[in-house]
């Protein structure tokens, strides 16, 4: 049976990912264990509240280590809501940069928009060959967020001796008010969505059976 | 294409049973929430809210329970309401499945609750349920809008306007506006009072109170609500999820 580890480091509504994975017959295991996080076929990463925390919080129990540690061995990884923001360089949520993972070249910053939180069901483009986005393309997915990566682009991951090789940048844009941001990123084994998957009603479940399917 | 509007249907919940009359002939139990929840999420619904109305100790674990249930088969947003007092409230019902919750009365006598739980699960898990009505006679409020607490029985004295403010700044992600004049009178949503709202907050509004009929959800929209909220004429089958959904449509806004 498939495994799929959902990381537990505190953050993130982690019960609904969990259950959406479940109803996808995956054998589901919420930990911050790394050998489990490791040897998973897939691994998880959600995240909800601030990007400082957040990266606080998964420090603490050594995620960062395990993610890059199953990129560098090709294993998927998915990072979901401030998951995802944490990949990118830097967090701007309290005015001073926060870094993060810089696994993807940008800063994830304030919306702007008449309305923040960006909070409901929203269209996306997907770009061509979108392994993630496959048969959703038209769909809605649940947003809830105050900020975003603006822009993506391949960091310098030499330093994490992490080489993506010639695996392409897919990138899936949202806008919303005066904002376009990264909605979807995919790159190799690393793919990161801004919106909910497992809030997004059957389109989230196509989702994710899409990015098990890469396993 | 823009970001949909959200059409909610509220569940009030006591001791395990919906209360307010459900009428849907193709549910074996029309008062167990967890099947209601399912045919709303059948029936399109862009999320759903659970409200404990009792929110005694000695319910508490049936409600967890609920959620837990409902959360296994709806993959939709997910707010609970009703009972929370304190940060550990929020985890409790984040670990068994909500994505949201609602504070009202708690957050009135503690505003510091808000931030409290902003800081530690993030500001868009907080909604603040607002029951809103209008001053009658002598008006000790600026914005002639006022607070209450018990359904509507208990006059806070705080100017609503003023409170939905102070929230956004406290860090309350969504404001739940149930408007106390309107509720239950299927005469329309109190658009004045969204209005007045709007102008003062950025965070999401959920208009409640008053709807009726398909009609009177486009205006409330008009208004400047970004989600709308309705119990009975949904538990009725007055209306539908998909009747609304079409209004709202067809006055130009976008749906799911």
């Known amino acids: ?215 | 294409m823009s970001l949909a509007v959200r059409v909610i249907p509220c569940l009030d919940v006591d001791a395990g049973r919906v209360v307010k009359g459900v009428h849907f002939e193709n549910l074996r139990d029309a008062g167990d929430p967890v099947e209601l929840a399912a045919e709303y999420y059948r029936q399109g619904a862009d999320e759903l809210t659970f409200l404990d109305v009792t929110a005694s100790s000695s319910h508490r674990q049936t409600m967890v329970d609920v959620v837990s249930r409902t959360a296994e088969q709806i993959f939709i947003p997910l707010t609970v309401g009703g009972g929370v007092r304190a940060p550990e409230d929020v985890d409790s019902l984040l670990r068994c499945g909500a994505d949201k919750v609602g504070v009202n009365t708690a957050a009135i006598n503690d505003p510091t609750l808000i931030g409290r739980v902003a800081e530690r699960f993030g500001n868009q898990v907080l909604v603040l349920s607002v029951d809103a009505r209008r001053e009658q006679g002598e008006r000790h409020t600026q914005s002639g809008f006022e607070v209450t607490t018990m359904g509507g029985r208990k006059s806070t004295g705080i100017d609503a306007i003023w409170w939905v403010k102070r929230a956004q700044e406290l860090g309350a992600g969504e404001i739940l506006l149930n408007s106390m004049d309107a509720d239950g009178t299927q005469q329309g949503f109190d658009l004045e009072m969204i209005k007045a709202v709007r102008k003062e907050v950025k965070i999401p509004i959920i208009a409640s109170g008053g709807a009726g009929k398909a009609a009177d959800f486009p205006p409330a929209i008009e208004a400047g609500a970004d989600a709308v909220l309705a119990a009975s004429i949904f538990h009725y089958g007055k209306v539908t999820i998909g009747e609304v959904k079409n209004a709202i449509k067809a006055a130009g806004y976008t749906v799911r």
């Open chain 1, 1 to 215: 049976m498939t495994s799929v580890v959902v990381f537990d480091y505190g953050f993130g509504n982690v019960r609904s990912m969990v259950r959406a994975l479940a109803d996808l017959d995956l054998d589901v295991t919420l930990t911050s264990d790394h050998r489990q996080a490791l040897e998973a076929n897939g691994l998880v990463v959600p995240g909800v509240g601030a990007f400082g925390a957040c990266m606080e919080g998964l420090k603490s129990v050594g995620g960062d280590t395990v993610i890059k540690d199953r990129l560098r061995a090709g294993r998927p990884v998915l990072g979901v809501c401030v998951g995802e923001q944490i990949m990118f360089e830097r967090g701007m949520e309290h005015g001073t940069g926060t870094p993060g993972l810089g696994l993807i070249k940008g800063d994830v910053e304030l919306l702007d928009a008449d309305v923040v939180p960006h909070m409901g069901w929203d269209t996306v483009e997907a770009p061509e060959g979108s392994v993630l986005m496959k048969g959703v393309e038209g769909e809605r997915f649940y947003f809830v967020h105050s900020f975003a990566a603006m822009s993506a682009a391949p960091a310098d991951t030499s330093g994490d001796q992490l080489d993506f090789g010639d695996a392409e940048e897919r990138v899936t844009w949202c806008t919303y008010g005066r904002s376009r941001f990264v909605a979807a990123y995919e790159r190799g084994p690393l793919f990161a969505t801004q919106f909910h998957p497992e809030k997004s009603a059957e389109a989230g479940s196509q989702l994710l059976r899409n990015w098990i399917a890469t396993f």
